[in-house]
């Protein structure tokens, strides 16, 4: 694949449900991040993962979040019970090397939430 | 007062216009610098990366890094209707911070 890829590209579900997000890194990077991005909030970090470990969840905003990533590759952001304040792009970058300084980082298209 | 502070905007300039995009910040613990230009309803794409002070030039962009003024910028030389996006800045240390992002419309 050319670049990173995320789906679904948008979703709404219904205040209360569970929702997955999947993110697809470029093929070779070891890290992956989960951003959120809300309406004039600008990019908020939520998690970082260096292969299959995260090493930073410092970012996720409570334990309705949580993440995972399997085989070094794809990685899924799940909602749990999710409220309207969830609303946001979900976005996911990777980068060939794993950190969080100097690193080149590559965003995909990110899922569009929206919790009614 | 927040780690990185950037004006929202928006700010229109007409085309052909120098462009000036800013960000503060109060973490001296940072040492690489980025700016990245986010197009409506895509993922950021990085435009420059700098390390410690000084300024760094490609094609029409110069990014600009006062670590003494904890001040850095982004010109835009001879800008173009396709340079009308938004840009976030972002700055990392052990950690990476973006800036809310300033959003540029260029008028043809």
């Known amino acids: 694949g050319a670049g990173v890829s995320q789906s679904p590209s948008n979703k709404v579900t219904e205040k209360g449900k569970d929702v997955e997000l999947r993110c697809d890194p470029i093929s070779g990077h070891t890290a992956l991040y989960w951003y959120r991005q809300s309406l004039g909030q600008g990019l908020e970090f939520l998690i970082y993962?260096?292969?299959?470990?995260?090493?930073?969840k410092s970012g996720l905003p409570s334990d309705r979040f949580s993440a995972e990533r399997t085989g070094g590759s794809v990685s899924t952001l799940t909602i749990q019970r999710t409220q309207q304040e969830d609303s946001a792009v979900y976005l996911c970058?990777?980068?060939?090397?794993?950190?969080?300084?100097?690193?080149?980082?590559?965003f995909g298209p990110g899922t569009r939430l929206l919790v009614l | 007062q927040k780690e990185v502070e950037q004006d929202p905007g928006p700010l229109s300039v007409p085309e052909g216009a120098i462009v000036s995009l800013n960000c503060t910040y109060s973490?001296?613990?940072?040492?690489?610098f980025m700016w990245y230009r986010q197009y409506s309803r895509k993922g950021p794409e990085l435009l420059m990366y700098?390390?410690?002070?000084g300024n760094k030039e490609d094609g029409r962009f110069t990014a600009q890094v006062d670590k003494s003024s904890k001040y850095i910028s982004l010109f835009i030389r001879d800008s173009q209707p396709s340079d009308s996006a938004t840009y976030l800045c972002?700055?990392?240390?052990?950690?990476?911070?973006f800036g809310k992002g300033t959003r540029l419309h260029i008028l043809p």
């Open positions: 973490n001296s613990a940072f040492q690489y």
């Open positions: 970058a990777s980068s060939f090397n794993p950190g969080l300084g100097g690193e080149t980082q590559y």
């Open positions: 993962f260096q292969g299959n470990s995260a090493p930073d």
């Open positions: 972002a700055m990392s240390g052990d950690k990476i911070i």
């Open positions: 700098t390390y410690s002070s």
